[in-house]
């Protein structure tokens, strides 16, 4: 029962079809003394369609390499815009080790304590170990002069504390570590007005070079034009056009495109 309401529902759906297709009286959708005359429509309008087809196709790809070429000069603006802003605001930059209290990033020594944390700018900054009865010290002064002494415990303050203990070597690695990140950081500042300049001018040159956005431009007006004047387009067209007029002439009604 249900198949066959299925199977009488696309029959009909087909019938409906045939004759929006093919408008007119019963026999000019379907007898077959009429073939030719859907077979010429139908042909043309085909023909019509797929040039149609074509040109939007072509025109689809030529806006795609438009856009794909704003994308690109768009993003390489971006990524000189961020290369810029990291070069005026360097920041922390990335976090290289930490120990105890004190957490090295490449640009900043950053000082962690319960009740707060601050920052101190590697550039300019000296750094020196000392050894002592109960704690290993690093003194970390800034280029203001103020002095920071970060405090390494390597024996315990009383029986049975479960304070953090630091061995020698690995708070004197840490002290390297710190003064080669100084090091870095008085070549990186070196060398940053430089890399700054360098970095603006690129994006001006970016900012200004426009030839292949340009070109991408060109070829979509030139296609454009080109299928605009295109004598096959004229000749899909005006046989669209016979064929329609034909079609009316048999049926009094002029058939969808």
Not at 105 to 118: A, I, M
Not at 162 to 167: A, G, H, K, R, V
Request: net charge positive.
């Amino acid at each position: 029962m249900v198949l066959g309401l299925i199977i009488c529902a696309g029959v009909l759906a087909a019938v409906a079809w045939q004759r929006y297709r093919y408008p007119g009286r019963w026999e000019h959708a379907f007898s077959q003394r009429h073939a030719d005359a859907r077979k010429s429509w139908s042909d043309a309008r085909s023909a019509a369609r797929a040039w149609e087809h074509s040109k939007t196709q072509a025109e689809l790809q030529a806006r795609h390499d438009v856009e794909s070429a704003e994308t690109a000069q768009e993003e390489r603006l971006r990524r000189l815009d961020q290369r810029i802003a990291s070069l005026r605001s360097p920041g922390r930059g990335k976090r290289v080790q930490a120990l105890g209290e004190l957490a090295l990033f490449q640009h900043v020594l950053v000082v962690q304590s319960p009740s707060r944390t601050r920052s101190i700018a590697l550039a300019g900054m000296e750094v020196r170990f000392e050894p002592g009865q109960r704690n290993y010290s690093v003194y970390c002064t800034d280029a203001d002069g103020h002095v920071h002494r970060a405090k390494y415990p390597h024996l315990p303050s009383s029986p049975g504390s479960d304070e953090q203990l630091f061995d020698e070597e690995q708070v004197r690695d840490f002290a390297v570590t710190i003064q080669n990140a100084v090091a870095q950081e008085t070549v990186f500042r070196a060398h940053l007005p430089r890399q700054l300049k360098e970095a603006e001018s690129r994006w001006e040159e970016v900012q200004a070079d426009t030839s292949e956005l340009d070109a991408a431009r060109e070829r979509l007006e030139k296609l454009r034009q080109r299928n605009g004047s295109d004598p096959r387009g004229e000749k899909v067209e005006a046989r669209l056009a016979e064929a329609s007029r034909e079609w009316e002439r048999l049926t009094g009604r002029v058939p969808p495109r």
